[in-house]
Antibody, heavy 115, light 107 residues
Framework: EVQLSESGGGLVQPGGSLRLSCAAS????????MTWVRQAPGKGLEWVST????????HYADSVKGRFTVSRDNSETTVFLHMRSLRADDTAVYYC??????????WGQGTRVTV | DIQMTQSPSALSASVGDRVTISCRAS??????LAWYQQKPGKAPKLLIY???RLETGVPSRFSGSGSGTEFTLTINSLQPDDFATYFC?????????FGPGTKVQIK
């Protein structure tokens, strides 16, 4: 059974940093891209970043480029989102998702970030 | 960047109704489109991918159609469990874009 579990969210001051983690299990982790999606309170879904299975190909939304860094540890089957220079408009629930060629077929429960 | 729009933004329907939600892309995305269902406080759930392929385990009352720039999600015989918000998402390239969502409410 595929399971994704995010952690690391919390309350942070503007300008601060936070690192989110997403622990994965139940699939061949290194074979899949992983994607982060966020949802501000009462708003829709916003794609944040995608990292390929080997960690070589990485893409960011313009809204986070230069401030957020995605990485992964395939030995630990975990993907990370390092967030710095946080702003009020980064306040959201952050989801990690298993990315099967662009369709996001499994999602974690989300972790809340409040700036 | 590709922009996605959905219509309507909200609708009211009754159990047993047929519901249709539209999604439009600002440029041709072939069939690289997914649909998700989200309930309050929960993560989104994949329903449809490649515009019309039903994800495993999703009831057959859900269907998707379209290609290019115009897409439709149809729910036949709406069930109580279907009251939720529905999002489309394009994945034509390396950057993804979600539609703004359609909230399906009980009439």
């Amino acid at each position: 059974e595929v399971q994704l579990s995010e952690s690391g969210g919390g309350l942070v001051q503007p300008g601060g940093s936070l690192r989110l983690s997403c622990a994965a299990s139940g699939f061949t982790f290194s074979s899949y891209s992983m994607t982060w999606v966020r949802q501000a309170p009462g708003k829709g879904l916003e794609w944040v970043s995608t990292i390929s299975g080997g960690g070589v190909n990485i893409h960011y939304a313009d809204s986070v480029k230069g401030r957020f860094t995605v990485s992964r540890d395939n030995s630990e089957t975990t993907v990370f989102l390092h967030m710095r220079s946080l702003r009020a408009d980064d306040t959201a629930v952050y989801y990690c998702a298993k990315d099967s060629g662009g369709m996001l077929d499994y999602w974690g429960q989300g972790t809340r970030v409040t700036v | 960047d590709i922009q996605m729009t959905q219509s309507p933004s909200a609708l009211s329907a009754s159990v047993g109704d047929r519901v249709t939600i539209s999604c439009r892309a600002s440029q041709n995305i072939d069939k690289w489109l997914a649909w998700y269902q989200q309930k309050p406080g929960k993560a989104p759930k994949l329903l449809i991918y490649f515009a019309s392929r039903l994800e495993t385990g999703v009831p057959s009352r859900f269907s998707g159609s379209g290609s290019g720039t115009e897409f439709t999600l149809t729910i036949n015989s709406l069930q109580p469990d279907d009251f939720a918000t529905y999002f489309c998402q394009e994945y034509d390239g390396d950057l993804y874009t979600f539609g703004p969502g359609t909230k399906v409410q009980i009439k």
